[in-house]
């Protein structure tokens, strides 16, 4: 296969780009949203570099985490493109090195303080990458592995807020910056949601939530995140917007955390293939329509 075909194809296994990028749109939205502000000047030349900036991330994000698991997919994964040899490690490094200078030269473009908070997030991805230099103490400890890792998501957060008011974190307002850290949650639901399986679906050697925590562990885990990912949400509406932020803002949100809610007990209800598919199914819905309901809110609030 030839190299832009061998890319594509991984792409559309791992990192789905039609998937990938609406996800992106709708956080990348809401993010965005939660930081304009109508005295920010020259927004919109930002946007289309700013976006693909944070596309770039959440990609070299994936390329880590492919080479971080080579190891533990060649025994349990074969399947995978990496560990089936579909690209070369070697290849896959030199790509990933290009997707970060290609980041740091877009970074540049919008402007010095992006290009502070962009160095900030690629150093956290960095560390990530070397699982904090701790791999072998916490991989084992499936719930701090994620929640250290998952923390990037509010990181980006700060990075669109620099995009969006062009000035670096310490500018970000306290409705922002409680808006970032749930970010976290958000993805923390997602990380906990894809983990948790049906009893018929686990598999040994491979560690879940779900036979970690039994099925309501896995749930209950899950929803203490959603929630907080929601409050997170109302206490940085109600101090961002003030009046404004009334239940027809509110309320979207929460009605799609519900139904996570719903599909999480339907499924520790009957642990079993079909359940488990419905919850890591919305799940992964929740993940788009959560910020997009957000987004869509918001925008309908500044721009009536």
Not at 88 to 106: D, K, Q, R, W
Not at 133 to 145: A, H, Q, S, T, V
Not at 159 to 166: D, E, M, Q, V, Y
Not at 176 to 189: C, D, T
Request: charge should be neutral.
């Amino acid at each position: 296969m030839g190299f832009l075909s061998r890319w594509w194809l991984f792409l559309k296994e791992r990192h789905e780009p039609f998937g990938i990028t609406t996800m992106i749109a709708a956080f990348f939205a809401a993010n965005a949203l939660m930081a304009y502000d109508s005295a920010s000047q020259a927004i919109y030349p930002r946007l289309i570099p700013g976006f693909i900036l944070v596309w770039l991330v959440f990609l070299h994000m994936r390329l880590f985490d492919e080479v971080k698991d080579y190891d533990f997919d060649r025994e349990h994964n074969p399947e995978r493109p990496l560990a089936r040899g579909l690209i070369s490690v070697g290849e896959f490094s030199a790509m990933t090195l290009v997707c970060i200078l290609t980041e740091a030269l877009l970074a540049c473009f919008v402007g010095w303080p992006v290009f502070v908070t962009y160095v900030m997030v690629l150093c956290f991805t960095l560390m990530m990458r070397m699982e904090f230099f701790i791999g072998d103490w916490m991989r084992p400890k499936l719930e701090l592995y994620a929640i250290t890792h998952t923390f990037s998501a509010a990181m980006i957060g700060l990075l669109i807020h620099a995009i969006i008011s062009c000035t670096d974190p310490s500018g970000a307002s306290r409705a922002f910056l409680l808006f970032a850290l749930g970010n976290w949650f958000v993805f923390n639901v997602f990380e906990f949601g894809r983990k948790t399986f049906g009893k018929e679906e686990e598999r040994d050697g491979v560690d879940s939530y779900s036979a970690r925590l039994a099925p309501f562990g896995a749930v209950a885990l899950l929803m203490v995140n959603v929630l907080i990912a929601w409050v997170c949400f109302y206490l940085a509406a109600v101090e961002k917007f003030a009046a404004s932020a009334t239940w027809s803002m509110l309320a979207p949100p929460l009605v799609i955390s519900l139904l996570v809610a719903f599909a999480g007990i339907f499924y520790a209800l009957k642990n079993n293939k079909r359940a488990a598919s419905v919850y890591r199914g919305t799940v992964t819905l929740y993940l788009l329509a959560y910020p997009a309901s957000i987004a869509i809110t918001i925008y309908l609030i500044i721009f009536r």
